[in-house]
């Protein structure tokens, strides 16, 4: 199976920051990576798909990058509502994986 | 609104079964393919079954194979997940999560609308 290596795990940072997650993979994934937002207690949101289309609605501040094996999600000036962890995961082999998740703390 | 709502979690004893549902609403239910993902206590997503939008085809992880059946009833826009021999490595959040697309064999898309997830809990 695609492993996915998420780092770094946590990320603590000011508002107005800009944070940098990043996501590897084992072997190529081509595009066919997303990326997801999970607050305590609630269920995962899906905010970027296949690596860098932008759910609607989702605020421009968050962007993905990448192809390949080596992916980023940036959130360019973080918000307190930005904290939470983010998941990677990708659709290019079966079975579908998860990347382990960076929590993103707002200090 | 497009929602999806899961049922049927609650405490069950090592070895048993238990059928999770997943009832839709607010989208044209059979056109999409359904996954399911279950989240253990404190830590990541799991992806564990997905069907396709006609349920002709059905992918699962390695970690449920064998274990695990996913169906689908389109005429009552309702998910299932069918758990036999229950361990405690299977006690989670599991939630149902529509793909954005069918589902063929060769690929689905992406997680677009997830429910709130339903807990089962695996102990003697």
């Known amino acids: 199976e695609i492993v996915l290596t998420q780092s770094p795990d946590t990320l603590s940072l000011s508002p107005g920051e800009r944070a940098t997650l990043s996501c590897r993979a084992s072997q190529s994934v081509s595009s066919f990576l997303a990326w997801y937002q999970q607050k305590p207690g609630q269920a995962p949101r899906l905010l970027i798909y296949d690596a860098t289309n932008r759910v609607t609605g989702i605020p421009l501040r968050f962007s993905g990058s990448g192809s390949g094996t080596d992916f980023t999600l940036t959130i360019s000036s973080l918000e307190p509502e930005d904290s939470a962890v983010y998941y990677c995961?990708?659709?290019?082999?079966?079975?579908?994986?998860f990347g382990g998740g960076t929590k993103v703390q707002i200090k | 609104q497009v929602q999806l709502v899961e049922s049927g979690g609650g405490v069950v004893q090592p070895g048993r079964s238990l059928r999770l549902s997943c009832a839709a609403s607010g989208f044209t239910f059979s056109n999409y393919g359904i996954h399911w993902v279950r989240q253990a206590p404190g830590k990541g997503l799991e992806w564990v079954a997905v069907i396709s939008y006609d349920g002709r085809t059905q992918y699962y992880g390695d970690s449920v194979k064998g274990r695990f059946t996913i169906s689908r009833d389109n005429s009552k826009n309702t998910l299932y997940l069918e758990m036999n021999r229950l361990s405690s490595e299977d006690t989670a959040i599991y939630y149902c999560?529509?793909?954005?697309?069918?589902?063929?064999?060769?690929?689905?898309?992406?997680?677009?609308?997830w429910g709130q997830g339903t807990t089962v809990t695996v102990s003697s």
């Open positions: 999560a529509k793909d954005s697309g069918y589902c063929t064999a060769t690929s689905c898309r992406h997680m677009d609308v």
């Open positions: 995961q990708q659709r290019n082999k079966w079975p579908l994986t």
